[in-house]
């Protein structure tokens, strides 16, 4: 049988139009994947964005196993649609648009960009960042408890890549030390009690110069009026101003919103003994000096700038001073006392 060219370039032909290009079946293969489609209406001298664009676009997608299809999906189901128009005018300007049709939760979002800002390096770059954002932006609504109910089911990939979007990233570089505040400055209430032999209330100004998370020096002022105490000759108070240096602890470090201070320092105290007498009876005012020794633990809590302590502590006067009314002690700095401080200390 003798077949003419004429007929079989006809067959050819159509054999060519009843199959599908080779290209076409090789970007969207049959898979039971999710797909989006992809549409890139650009020309040269942009095609550069397109390509990039698409190659990013594929591999992010893939791995959350997604396909992207550049053209229709069909007989696929499709979940989206990424349509890219970049536009050149007369004047030089280049302008992208990149409309996202999601057919999950049924609505479109867009973005105009003006590429002509950006160096011609930068633009692919720009342009798939921008991708990025819109789908995440139409695919959170997922995550949202009151938003309106897809449209369709979203399928496990899509959930899947919207609890990856959401999720923190863990850092992989280690952070660095940093201290919360290296100075501090204070203003503490303070009371001190040696039982049995003087009450005194006062105040105290502290500094601290933390040269590690963990350890300060200390810098104190202030000073304490004494309650009166009586005899049968008169009364008598034992007034106090102190200064002193040391050293503190931190058994949590003080970047830390609660914690506790350990303290241990020395301070040399000028005592004012006044004595007022009964009527026949004599008095005279002393001063005197002695140095005590104390440690303590202060608790904090720490809001912004602002710390917030209470403490207890142990003073120790290394040389007693007494007023007596010359046969019993009416008042005294002597053996261990109990210190009790309350204030805020700033950071600086």
């Known amino acids: 049988m003798t077949v003419s060219r004429s007929a079989l370039f006809i067959a050819f032909a159509c054999a060519l ?158 952070p660095a030390t940093v201290l919360s505040r290296r100075f501090e400055l204070g203003a503490l209430f303070s009371s001190t009690f040696f039982v049995g032999s003087r009450e005194a209330f006062g105040g105290l100004l502290t500094a601290h110069v933390w040269a590690h998370p963990r350890v300060a020096l200390t810098i104190h002022a202030g000073g304490h009026v004494g309650l009166a105490r009586t005899s049968v000759f008169g ?32 301070s040399a105290l000028r005592v004012t003994f006044d004595a007022t007498p009964v009527p026949g009876a004599y008095a005279s005012n002393a001063i005197d000096w002695t140095i005590t020794l104390n440690g303590r633990g202060r608790f904090w809590l720490q809001t912004g700038r602002v710390r917030w302590v209470v403490g207890l502590g142990a003073p120790a006067a290394l040389r007693a001073l007494r007023a007596t009314d010359g046969t019993a002690t009416v008042t005294a700095l002597q053996g261990v006392g109990l210190e009790a401080t309350a204030g805020v200390h700033i950071g600086l």
């Open 17 to 174: 139009a009843a199959s599908p290009p080779a290209s076409a079946q090789a970007l969207c293969p049959s898979s039971p994947r999710p797909a989006l489609e992809l549409v890139l209406d650009v020309t040269p001298p942009d095609r550069f964005i397109a390509t990039a664009l698409e190659n990013h676009l594929r591999a992010e997608l893939d791995a959350r196993g997604i396909d992207v299809c550049q053209g229709s999906v069909a007989p696929r189901t499709r979940i989206a649609l990424v349509r890219l128009l970049i536009e050149r005018s007369p004047q030089g300007t280049v302008v992208a648009t990149l409309r996202v049709r999601d057919e999950v939760t049924d609505k479109t979002v867009e973005r105009t960009m003006d590429l002509s800002r950006l160096p011609v390096d930068a633009r692919p770059t720009a342009v798939a960042a921008s991708t990025d954002e819109l789908l995440r932006a139409s695919w959170v609504e997922l995550a949202i408890h009151d938003a309106p109910p897809p449209r369709t089911p979203p399928p496990a990939a899509v959930l899947n890549a919207v609890a990856s979007s959401l999720a923190p990233r863990a850092s992989t570089e280690r």
């Open 235 to 266: 009364e008598a108070r034992g007034n106090d101003l102190l200064a002193g240096l040391g050293v503190a602890f931190a058994v949590t470090p003080n970047t830390g919103r609660v914690g506790l201070l350990v303290e241990v320092d020395a």
